[in-house]
Structures are given as C-alpha cells and as structure tokens.
C-alpha cells in the first residue's frame, strides 16, 4: 500500500497556495468563536420602522473550514518532519539540473536519509561527475527516499484525506442548497 502513496503528490498537496490559504479559518473561526460567545445569539436593527434580525451564530460550515484547516496544518507539519530533502527541495532531475545542484547535494540526500552507499560509488571519485550518471543518480536517490517513512505518509494522507473531505462536504452541502432553491 506504502509504494503507491508517493511524497511527490503530498508535496503537490502541502505547497498548493489553496491550502496555505485555507490555514486562515485557523486564526478567524476561533476570533469570531470568542465574539460571537460574548454577544446575543441575535441581533435586532430597526431601519425605518422595519426590524431586521441578524443570528449572531458561528455558520456550520465555518465549522467546518476550521477542521478542515486543522487537518490540512497537521499533515504540512507531519509532512515536513518526515518528507526526504531530495523530494521537497526538487520537483525532478530538470529542476536539480538547473539550479546547478551536483554531486554535493547528492551526497547530502545519501547521509540524510542514510541510504546505502552501495551503487553510488561515482560520488566518492574525485573526478566531475557526467550529467548521464548525476542523472541516474538523483532517479535512484529519488526512488529509494519515495519508499522511506512509510507510517508517516500513511497518516499524512488520513490528515489530506480528512481535510478535503470535510471542504467537499461543504461544498456538495453548498451545491444542494443552491439547487433546493431553484427547483
């Protein structure tokens, strides 16, 4: 099951500006939690002798947001923790390529993870490394780190999972609502 939860789509997840975004109902729904705890559950406005009421309740679906954010801060943080160097820093070998990264970086990927240095003799020679074998290289480092901390990105997925399953559930609760008043 662990070989098909890749890091590379869990980076896709963690860096999307949608769900940094969505880290914000963290600071709002606790705020107006607090606010809103302080006053009435409703508000009267008279405006030319017409009396508006305004609920003064924490929306369900802010609720929901919140938990939603919740899950989606614990998977960045676990994420983060645990996702290997090589992953997170290089989206693949073109990106390494072209911010001149080589056999120093190599190596590093190796030590952090303490991969097995068998097969990655090249790196120890003293001579420049051949773009040909760097690019091997960086694909086996790669393939090995995608297989590594197998538990954490099981719970890490459950994190995702959750998170947009509680945004779909809004969503779809949102969808019904605007078709219940069409039809």
């Not at 390494?96 to 097995?116: P, Q, R, T, V």
């Not at 120890?124 to 690019?135: E, G, Q």
Request: with cysteine; glycine share 2%; hydrophobic share 45%.
């Amino acid at each position: 099951m662990c070989e098909k939860l890749g890091w590379k789509l869990m980076s896709k997840i963690s860096k999307t500006d949608f769900v940094n975004k969505t880290l914000i109902w963290i600071i709002i729904v606790p705020i107006f939690a607090k606010l809103f705890s302080t006053l009435e559950n409703t508000l009267e406005i008279t405006i030319q002798e017409h009396i508006y009421t305004i609920n003064l309740e924490l929306p369900f679906s802010w609720s929901i947001f919140y938990f939603s954010a919740f899950f989606f801060l614990i998977g960045n943080i676990l994420y983060k923790l645990n996702v290997p160097s090589i992953i997170n820093d290089n989206e693949s070998y073109a990106d390494f390529h072209s911010a001149g990264k080589g056999k120093h970086e190599l190596l590093k990927y190796i030590e952090e993870e303490k991969l097995s240095e068998n097969g990655f003799y090249e790196l120890y020679l003293d001579k420049p490394l051949r773009d040909d074998i760097k690019h091997d290289v960086f694909w086996e480092i790669w393939k090995q780190t995608n297989h590594l901390h197998c538990p954490s990105k099981i719970i890490i997925s459950i994190f995702y999972t959750i998170a947009i399953s509680l945004l779909s559930f809004v969503f779809f609760q949102n969808m019904y609502f605007v078709y219940t008043q069409l039809y």
